[in-house]
């Protein structure tokens, strides 16, 4: 089932309780007593810097796959940290981002430490709009030299950000990506209803993806939806991307969000009415579309508002596919429309050229 450690930073006091819920999250993934270390110093620094820079905000701590640009070959888990604000934001994130930088009486060690330590850190913000920092900790391969081994093959990335409703322990919401020979799978589950049996459910739905990567999506819903009988059942949507042909093919079930980005355009992939491992429509069809380099898929859950719509402008492929998820959370939310449900978003995206090896 999908844990999720959602800690509003509003006040000082919530300081101690991320880096609480950043010991209790890096005990659950099993990191080591060091990267422990490591995961909890992050989550302080960012729970700090929202209060000093973003007039509070949102800590969002869960588990994922320790590399996302090379989903399913189960290199171990990782420690995602996330903090959300929609504060002023960072006119030049470069200053901001060197030891010593502070607009406050501060040390100005935060943001330089979170990117010192972490395995991977990424920083966005727009000043009137607010900043979203992400970290990931995990157990690393390095170099004598302290990098990170450049991994091959990674041609696309994935990344989410999952948000319980009412900051409960567990979501309804799941999503995964898993890599079968030259397709690469995302899968969003939205567990009927809420808390852990609707976490159950979407957790049944991740576990089936990786037993049934290799299938289309049509087929694989139809696994899941044989998996899922023994739960409250999901909706669900899958998007398999075929490296080698270069297109991406299509299915879904429930009211599970998905859009394409290419070029400049939106393209809206449409799921099916119907509940995964409850009724599902007698045939599904699935729809194929081109991949190109600047393509970019959003998957969401309907806990973003029913009018969401993408943004104006295209977020760029360079970015943290969850860096990009957490904007599209931030940007189509706000403390006037509290979120209703689960709220999760996962997005596909190509690796950057001149990050591959």
Sequence with gaps: MTRVWDVPVHDSTRVRDVRVAAEAAAEHTGLSRDRTAVAALVATELATNLLKHGGGGQILIDMVDADLALPGTGRGPALQIAAVDHGPGVADLTSASRDGFSTTASLGAGLGTCRRIADHFEVHSVPGQGTVALARVHAARRDRAGHRVPEAGAAVRAGGINIPLAAADHSGDAWACV???????????????????????????????????????????????????????????????????????????????????????????????????????????????????????????????????PPAVAPPTAWDPAVTAAVIVRDSSSAARPVRDDTTVAVLTPTPQDRRP
């Design 179 to 309: 890599r079968a020979g030259d397709h690469v799978t995302l899968l969003l589950a939205d567990g009927l209803g809420h808390g852990e049996a609707a976490a159950k459910a979407s957790g049944a739905a991740v576990e089936h993806l990786h037993l049934f990567a290799h299938l289309p999506p049509a087929e694989l819903l139809g696994q899941l939806h044989t998996g899922l009988r023994d739960t409250r059942g999901a909706a669900v949507a899958v998007a398999r991307l075929d490296l080698a042909t270069g297109h991406l093919d299509f299915a879904g079930i429930g009211n599970i969000g998905a859009r394409l980005l290419t070029g400049d355009t939106w393209r809206p992939l449409l799921s099916h009415p119907g509940i995964v491992g409850a009724h599902r429509p007698a045939r599904l069809p699935q729809c194929r579309v081109p991949w190109t380099p600047d393509s970019l898929l959003v998957l969401h859950s309907d806990g973003l508002p029913s009018r969401w719509a």
